[in-house]
Each structure stands twice: as C-alpha cells, then as structure tokens.
C-alpha cells in the first residue's frame, strides 16, 4: 500500500502552473487549468484532479492536446450551438461551454452547446457546481473510450460516458456526477493503489466472474454498468446524442485512436428564473431535500445525503490538513 502524504493547495497549485507553463501554457491558461485539477482534488475527487494531473500532461507533450487551441463555432440555430473544440484543454473547453450555454439561456430560457473535437473534461460535476451556483439548472455529458460491455457482451463497445444532473439548492447546489460503469477507472484506480477491495462487485475478471478486484477488473475491461442492462442502454443513447447534436467523433471512432482524445459533449443550461413558478421553486428544492434527510438509515454509521452534500466538509478538512495524495503520484508529478 503506497504512503500518503498530505500536501497545502497552495503547493499543489503553484507546482501544476509551474510544469503547465513549461508543458506550452500560456500564463492564463496555466493558472484556470491549474485552479480546476487543485480544486478537483481539494473536494476528495482525486481520480479527475491530482491523480490524473501526469496522464494531462502527458497528453499535452504527445500534442493529443494543443496548448493553444480555443473552440470555434460552426453553426448556430437558436438556443442551440455547435462548437468545434479544436482539441483545446478539455476542461477550458468545458467551462467556457457552460458559460456560453448560460448566456443562450438568458435569452431563450433554455441553452444546449455541443462541442465536438474535444478533450477530456476531467470532473464533469465541476461544470455541473459552475452553472447551479449562479441559479441555473445545468444537464452534460461526454462520451468517451470504448471501456464498458454492452449488456451480455465480453469485449467492451461503450463508453462510460459520465453524465452531470445539477440544480440551484440555496448558495450551494445538489450535484449529480456520475458515470455508466459502477465505478470509473480512476476510482477503481485508486481502490488499487491503496490495496483495497471495491466497497461493491465492480465488474467481470477474464473468466466472467463477477468480481470486487479492482486488478482484475482494470485487466478484464469488463465493468459492470450501472442497472445492468439499463446502464448500458443509457451509455448508447448519451454517445448516440453527444454524437449528432454536436457533429463530432463517436465512441467507437475515438476507440480507434491511439488515445482518447476527440470526444463530443453536451452542456444545457436552463434558466429557471423564466418559469412560472420561479418564485417558489427555492422552498420546493428545500422541502424535497429534508424530506429525504427525514429518511430512516439502515444503522447508526449511515449518512443520509443528497448528491454533493459532502464536498464542502471535504474541501474545508483538506484547506485545514493538506490534500492526501499517494506519495508514488507525487513523486510522478514532480518529475514532470
């Protein structure tokens, strides 16, 4: 099991724009992208932020990722645009996404932009928490790899193309981040660094068998989909969209590449302030939500919370103490 040592956000931010400036960053460029991988791991998602920090760089020296890149439009219908990403940094890409599909909301109500030629966007929640706090309600989504089976299949066709679901809740937001697989790769990832087992059976090892072994998994490329069958059905419809509305590569055309880079994505914003019943829509949010907190849990250990509800303690403990970051990921960061 690898040691882990705790390092201050501010450390871990002035050590990513550093490599980032030498990686072909502009000064700007450098500091947002560095601000996005720090805060991503400040709030515990370690597998999108310090964790996958060496494989962006890596990325960006291959030229999968072009330092310089900024998205384009390409066409225009209303309150829904097409954008070409250029294979710029995948989450500048995704932030300005979602700050353009917010003005087309302020306008039409709803705003949908579609980025094709994109790369990855590390947390998709983040965009989800970017849009939520400012009021508006923000779905997304991104195809990926091909990394996940259909339903009854051995070799994997999908993708697990996580999808963000995110609504205003008082000054901070109820956040749904998730992808198809039961656990993503970076999760299971870490279960395997750390030498531990998934919580749940994540998905097949080589012989079929459903299996808690994070290695076994991560060799057999047989995760299981979230719902089983549904899983795998909603990973299709995701790609199929990402696909068509935005122009862009498809899961089985970025599988054949040499790295996953190209991927097409989603971002809709809705801006609530034009219903009808906005003024009540506040109190409504907040009846739903304890109403669910007055839930009976199974035991005493168990948390009832709503998706996100835990970020704000993670992030204040790891302002407080350090992030926590397996020595072998940081000694990696550093060479860079």
Known sequence: MEKVILIPSEGMLSEFISILRKTGYSDDKAQKIAEIFTANSLEGIYTHGVNRFPRFIRNTRDRYINPDSEPTLTHASGSLEQWNGNLGPGPLNAVFSVNRA??????????????????????????????????????????????????????????????????????????????????????????????????YPGGFDKDGTLTDDPEKILESWRTLPIGYWKGASLSLLLDILATILSGGSSVNEITARKAEYACSQVFIAINVNKLQNSPAIEKEVRSIIDDMHASIPVNDETSIRYPGENILKIREESLKKGIPVAGNIWDEIQAL
């Open 102 to 199: 917010i003005e087309l909301s302020d306008k039409y109500g709803i705003g949908l932009v579609a980025l094709a030629n994109t790369n990855h966007w590390m947390r998709g929640g983040l965009y989800g928490w970017q849009a939520a706090k400012r009021g508006y309600v923000f779905i997304g989504w991104t195809n990926t790899i091909a990394n996940m089976p259909a339903w009854g299949a051995k070799d994997p066709h999908l993708g697990n193309n996580p999808f963000v679901l995110a609504v205003p809740y008082g000054k901070e937001a109820v956040v749904l981040d998730f992808a198809m697989s039961l656990y993503s790769y970076g999760k299971m990832e870490s279960y395997a660094n750390e030498g531990k087992k998934l919580p």
